[in-house]
């Protein structure tokens, strides 16, 4: 009876675990679109910390 039980313990870890795998294989794109956002979006966070506006920016060089 031990026995039994033991192994469709297993049977479901397996069982679950190829359910896992199917899910991500299914919705691959969709996960990589979200994942390609996210990058996009600390990208874009980082870029604006990194080129904050100059104190002169605002200033017209054409003129002189």
Do not use: N, S
């Not at 039994?4 to 190829?18: P, T």
């Not at 996009?40 to 017209?60: I, M, S, T, V």
Request: charged share 30%.
């Amino acid at each position: 009876m031990k026995t039994a039980r033991f192994i469709l313990k297993i049977a479901a870890c397996v069982a679950a675990a190829a359910a896992v795998v199917c899910a991500v294989v299914a919705f691959w794109d969709q996960i990589m679109d979200v994942i390609d956002t996210v990058a996009d979006k600390l990208e874009e966070k980082r870029a604006d910390k990194c080129f904050q506006p100059a104190e002169f920016d605002d200033y017209d060089d054409g003129i002189m």
